[in-house]
DNA sequence: GACACTATATCACAATCCGATAGATCGGAG
DNA sequence: CTCCGATCTATCGGATTGTGATATAGTGTC
């Protein structure tokens, strides 16, 4: 079996903004204004991922190397010529699933608690 | 019927931190020293909630209403004098619920992706 | 009388968030 | 062509949160 070179839990807890940004690239590649509509649509507005979150957060994802950019610029006749698009790395789709792993213990943990199955109270 | 004087949505998303002491408090009433233990019994070492973090979190909680602190000090003869006790308030739960709810629907939403399923084969 | 554990607490620095703002480009209406 | 809203990337600066180190003190134990 392969090592890998660094371990994917010593990211976690990843931030709410980070794992976003990370669900939102497991279908693909994402340029940055489209990963902040889907986080939009996803979270019904709960998750407010602004354009300094976004981008904050994308460098810091791009320099741990969790996420890589596409050097390629699309062509401009085909794509706007702006969009710089980006896609998970194998580390951040490991980190992703780490992740992922710990929030689905956490919530089965959670609903086995009494207090925390009822919406609390009736109309 | 009462309506809450808080939105229990206006604090998601909540840091891991948080949620994990909220999570340690569904079951009752527990001392600092007790949730550290839990959390870390609970993550199995994944999260590491100090001293530092654990106090100034539970600082918080309790000045924005999440937690109530149990104004009773045990009686010496019976349990160790210096241990304050705290406990979910009615907000802090339906908070939790909220961010349980948030973080199920995102786990469900990030396990039908197909890259999230495999911990990953090298082909 | 040193060492480990329990228990609470703060400090100072680092990491991250996020509203505001800005500049560039695109697409279409007038 | 010009205006304008939407798209797209980007940064600044203040605020929030995290955390290793450290302090204090009681209890137990060797």
Redesign the interface.
Known sequence: M?KSPKEP?AF??L??AM??IL?AL??GERHGYAIMREVDA??VG??KLGPATLYTSLKRLLASGLVEENGDRPDPRLDDERRRYYR?S?LG??V??AE?D???A??T???R?P??N????S?
């Open positions: 392969e839990r976690l807890p931030t709410a794992y976003q669900v497991a279908d996803q979270t709960v998750i998970l194998g789709r490991q992703a699933i992922t710990r929030l689905e956490l919530v943990a959670a609903r608690k207090a925390f009822e919406a609390s109270a109309p």
